[in-house]
């Protein structure tokens, strides 16, 4: 079983488009230099408030999902201690058993102990080529 690595993406709405703040600036930019003769109109108002809390619950549910992803990751990760990996290292393949787990940075690390019995430590989930 081959396991790929796992990136972490996060999206910038800034170089997407507008966000949240800006959209309430622009809203209160109209609000405030609108024709006092010829009000904003309160159907395009509304539509605009819509569009506001789509994009704060859009946003909010893109943060939910990273974390998500992260999680399912350390899930993945746990149930390869105890298990013997074959895993690419720059001194070659090697096979091992998972003995610990690292949580520490964006992603999984794992401890793995060699046949004839050396550590390996901090070796990602992308250098692991097969599951035993």
Do not use: H, W
Not at 16 to 42: A, R
Not at 117 to 129: E, F, V
């Amino acid at each position: 079983m081959s396991i790929s690595g796992i990136s972490s993406t996060t999206t910038n709405l800034r170089a997407n488009g507008l966000g949240q703040e800006d959209f309430m600036k622009i809203l209160l930019t109209q609000l405030t230099y609108q024709d006092p003769m010829k009000p904003m109109d309160n159907q395009q108002f509304m539509a605009q408030m819509a569009q506001f809390t789509s994009l704060e619950q859009t946003q909010q549910l893109n943060d939910k999902i990273t974390t998500l992803i992260g999680n399912q990751a350390a899930l993945q990760s746990v149930g390869l201690i105890g298990r013997t990996v074959d895993v690419n290292s720059t001194s070659g393949a090697l096979t091992g058993t998972v003995i610990s787990l690292s949580l520490a940075g964006d992603s999984p690390l794992i401890t793995l102990r060699t046949s004839a019995g050396a550590t390996l430590q901090n070796i990602g989930l992308s250098q692991i080529t097969a599951v035993r």
